[in-house]
């Protein structure tokens, strides 16, 4: 899969709706989940997901909302529901103990799933994650309060609004051709009301229920966090990694919140040394 022919070729009828999803590398390697944020899918991991895999057996997948996944009204999309579709992905593909790699909203998932729905990992690698209150921009948070009224932007308005806000991800900027890529899901008839779904739905008392919980995991945890994040400022990365025991804070420098594109050589080599580790 070249970068610009990524493309999920497998699907899961989940609880919260259709997940495309995918695996690359050899079968018998060890296996590794990523998860992606928000408003994002598993295209940002691209990069990463290819080195990794040519040593581990790397499962990628699109949040039900978001990405390749089915986008349809009504649908739960919220941080209990993806939890919940994490939990039944592991079961699907029969992995007992996977690495897990997540980033941003992803990271809230997995960390639901292990805490509430008992998922068990080998280690779990967290990349700017939503996971300390308080959380969400005050454009996210706008748009929470008001998304039926953004619902009736003109596509044009829409997709400007969606480029600027993507954009706003990443540090030194992102390439055009990349930036594309990420709105590109959002600009279609299901895709525009999917992205102010699932701005709706994020609620911080998912994060609530269980930030009180951290200090029991018990697995190796890395927090990865681009220092100049104005997403989620570095020091609630610092304060994540207090607050799990034994976890390794590992800042990365030059890099935004999309950590990913902004220095994904950086970030995949702390992974690697992460995730050799625990094998």
Same mark, same amino acid.
């Given at each position: 899969m070249? #970068?610009?022919?990524?493309?999920l070729?497998?699907?899961?009828? #989940?609880?919260?709706?259709?997940?495309?999803?995918?695996? =690359? +590398?050899?079968?018998?390697?060890?296996?590794v989940?990523?998860?992606?944020?928000?408003p994002?899918?598993? &295209?940002?991991?691209?990069?990463?997901?290819?080195?990794?895999?040519?040593?581990?057996?790397v499962?990628?997948?699109?949040?039900?909302? &978001?990405?390749?996944?089915?986008?349809?009204?009504?649908?739960?999309?919220s941080l209990?529901?993806?939890?919940?579709?994490?939990?039944?992905?592991?079961?699907h593909? +029969?992995?007992?103990?996977?690495?897990?790699?997540a980033?941003?909203?992803?990271?809230?998932?997995? =960390?639901?799933?292990h805490?509430?729905?008992?998922?068990r &990992?080998r280690?779990?690698?967290?990349?700017?994650?939503?996971a300390?209150?308080?959380w +969400? #921009?005050?454009?996210?948070?706008?748009?929470?309060?008001?998304?039926?009224?953004f619902?009736? =932007?003109?596509p044009?308005l829409?997709?400007? =609004?969606?480029?600027?806000?993507?954009?706003?991800? #990443?540090?030194?900027?992102?390439?055009?051709?990349?930036?594309?890529?990420?709105?590109?899901?959002w600009?279609d008839?299901p895709?525009?009301?999917?992205?102010?779904?699932?701005?709706?739905q994020?609620?911080?008392r998912?994060t609530d229920?269980?930030?009180?919980? &951290?200090?029991?995991?018990?697995?190796?945890?890395?927090?990865?966090? +681009?220092?100049?994040?104005?997403?989620?400022?570095v020091?609630k990365?610092?304060?994540?990694?207090?607050?799990?025991?034994?976890?390794?804070?590992?800042?990365?420098?030059?890099?935004?919140?999309?950590?990913?594109?902004?220095?994904?050589?950086?970030?995949?080599?702390?992974l690697?040394?992460?995730?050799?580790?625990?094998?």
């Open positions: 070249a #970068s610009d022919d990524w493309k070729t497998r699907t899961f009828p #989940s609880s919260s709706g259709t997940v495309r999803w995918d695996r =690359l +590398g050899p079968p018998d390697g060890p296996p989940v990523l998860l992606h944020g928000t994002f899918s598993s &295209y940002v991991w691209r990069a990463v997901a290819r080195s990794l895999a040519r040593d581990h057996q499962f990628v997948w699109d949040m039900p909302g &978001y990405g390749a996944s089915e986008k349809a009204a009504g649908q739960d999309v209990a529901a993806q939890g919940r579709v994490l939990t039944e992905l592991l079961g593909w +029969g992995l007992t103990e996977p690495l897990v790699v980033h941003d909203f992803g990271g809230a998932v997995a =960390l639901r799933a805490l509430l729905h008992a998922a &990992y280690a779990l690698a967290l990349v700017d994650p939503v300390l209150a308080p +969400g #921009s005050p454009f996210f948070r706008l748009v929470r309060e008001h998304a039926e009224v619902e009736q =932007l003109p044009a829409h997709g400007a =609004l969606v480029r600027e806000y993507v954009s706003s991800a #990443s540090s030194p900027g992102l390439h055009p051709a990349v930036l594309d890529r990420l709105v590109e899901p600009l008839d895709g525009r009301p999917a992205f102010y779904r699932q701005i709706a994020a609620d911080q998912h229920e269980i930030q009180g919980r &951290y200090g029991e995991i018990g697995i190796p945890v890395l927090v990865c966090w +681009g220092e100049d994040d104005t997403w989620i400022p020091a990365g610092r304060e994540l990694a207090a607050l799990v025991p034994g976890a390794r804070f590992e800042p990365v420098t030059g890099a935004g919140h999309l950590v990913q594109e902004d220095a994904p050589a950086q970030l995949t080599a702390a690697l040394v992460f995730l050799q580790r625990q094998l």
